[in-house]
């Protein structure tokens, strides 16, 4: 049997067994504005943002899949990813950093995050956070803190 066979056959024998329904990977969305483009004010920003989901769902670093956060083209002075590198147990979890869109009429100076955990509470158990100016992006579904 080759590598990629005895891998695939492995991984099934390891997960068909698993009760189909309880674990999925989930995708939670928050976002906050920044006060200004320094490296302290984004800084701020995202520890706020990342305690305020933390605090309002089960993430679990171990569980977590990767995380993107995007921040507007105004916002340069630092990597948000660089911020939640620093927090325990986050050090192996995959981090990327992208721009957002510019679209004319949107909102500055602004972070936004998905993050993709592995979790067996059903995708409407979820808490979106959305701090400070980002209220506004989704005021049907965000619960501000």
């Not at 936004?112 to 959305?130: A, E, K």
Request: with cysteine.
């Amino acid at each position: 049997m080759d590598q990629l066979t005895l891998l695939t056959h492995t991984y099934q024998q390891t997960h068909i067994s698993a009760p189909l329904g309880e674990w999925r990977v989930r995708g939670l969305r928050g976002a906050t504005t920044v006060s200004q483009n320094s490296a302290q004010a984004i800084a701020e920003a995202v520890d706020e943002l990342l305690n305020a989901l933390e605090a309002n769902n089960p993430l679990d670093p171990a569980e977590i899949v990767s995380i993107t956060f995007s921040a507007t083209p105004d916002l340069d002075a630092m990597f948000p990813a660089a911020v939640a590198r620093q927090r325990p147990g986050w050090d192996q979890v995959p981090l990327l950093d992208v721009q957002q869109m510019q679209v004319n009429g949107s909102l500055k100076s602004c972070i936004r995050v998905l993050i993709h955990f592995n979790t067996p509470m059903p995708q409407n158990t979820l808490r979106p956070i959305y701090l400070r100016g980002a209220a506004q992006l989704r005021p049907d579904i965000a619960r501000c803190s």
